[in-house]
């Protein structure tokens, strides 16, 4: 299944509240809603439960993005901050029942990347035995990320999603896009999905500026499909209507919805039926 969505409230939106986003992603005929827990975590429990069940009865899929201030590189006290705001989102996912909690997972600063690896690795596993300790059928996130200064690459990200329960790599199309210099492989990608046999994968979608770097590069500013904005989606539009695969894809340009219905109308015209 196919669900396409938004990253939070949609902009034309004039209930400015989770419930107000949830009604406009409804009367737009699209079925995915990311609450982004940008800053803080603010929702407290008994108002993510009643989002969940007003989400449910529209049938609209929830995920839930971490703050961005997460840095599971870090040591001592910003890793434990780090840690409190991923299980903190993850409680609010649970109570929503959404599937998926969202973070950038940190950056490499002066470490290797084995290092880095390492310190992901086992904040990761740490988070999962909490995690499951509390109940709390939800997944961890790990989105590829923008910038070559930041752990996330589409590896680093599965290959944890192999060594830690609990894991999934998200997919960030145009960071993956920008990181890499202006070129994207959706075959190698999918082949690497399908590879590790994932249930359902999570992914964000947009247009993209980058600078680049050599042979890489690092996401300056996410921009709309709808002006006609790097990467083009078509060729991946094409193998997954022919594809089983349980896809999400959430917009995050600065159209939300507006892409977020560009995207939809792409499907719809290679036959996807929503």
């Not at 009604?23 to 603010?42: D, P, Q, S, T």
């Not at 529209?58 to 839930?64: A, F, G, M, N, P």
């Not at 201030?69 to 780090?82: D, I, T």
Request: net charge positive; proline share 3%; with cysteine.
């Amino acid at each position: 299944m196919i669900r396409i969505g938004t990253a939070g409230i949609p902009v034309s939106s004039q209930e400015r509240t989770t419930f107000g986003g949830l009604k406009r992603i409804k009367e737009l005929k699209l079925n995915a809603l990311e609450i982004e827990f940008v800053r803080n975590v603010y929702l407290k429990n008994e108002v993510a439960k009643k989002v969940g069940e007003e989400a449910k009865k529209l049938d609209i899929e929830l995920s839930v993005h971490a703050p961005y201030f997460v840095n599971l590189c870090a040591e001592g006290e910003k890793l434990e901050a780090s840690k409190k705001r991923i299980l903190d989102s993850v409680e609010r996912a649970f109570y929503m029942s959404a599937r998926i909690v969202v973070f950038h997972p940190g950056y490499y600063g002066k470490l290797s990347k084995e290092e880095a690896y390492k310190r992901v690795k086992e904040a990761c596993k740490d988070l999962s035995e909490k995690i499951e300790s509390k109940g709390w059928n939800v997944f961890l996130g790990l989105e590829t990320t923008g910038k070559i200064s930041q752990f996330g690459t589409l590896e680093e990200n599965l290959k944890i999603s192999k060594e830690v329960k609990g894991c999934l790599p998200v997919v960030d199309w145009a960071h993956i896009f920008a990181r890499n210099g202006g070129r994207i492989d959706f075959d190698k990608i999918l082949n690497e999905i399908e590879k590790s046999k994932l249930k359902f994968l999570h992914t964000h979608f947009s247009g993209i500026e980058f600078k680049k770097i050599n042979k890489e590069g690092n996401e300056k500013k996410h921009l709309n499909l709808t002006d006609n904005a790097p990467p083009n989606y078509e060729p991946l539009v094409k193998k997954l209507v022919k594809s089983k695969l349980d896809i999400t894809f959430i917009s995050e340009s600065p159209n939300l919805e507006g892409d977020a219905i560009f995207l939809k109308k792409m499907f719809e015209k290679q036959g996807y039926k929503f």
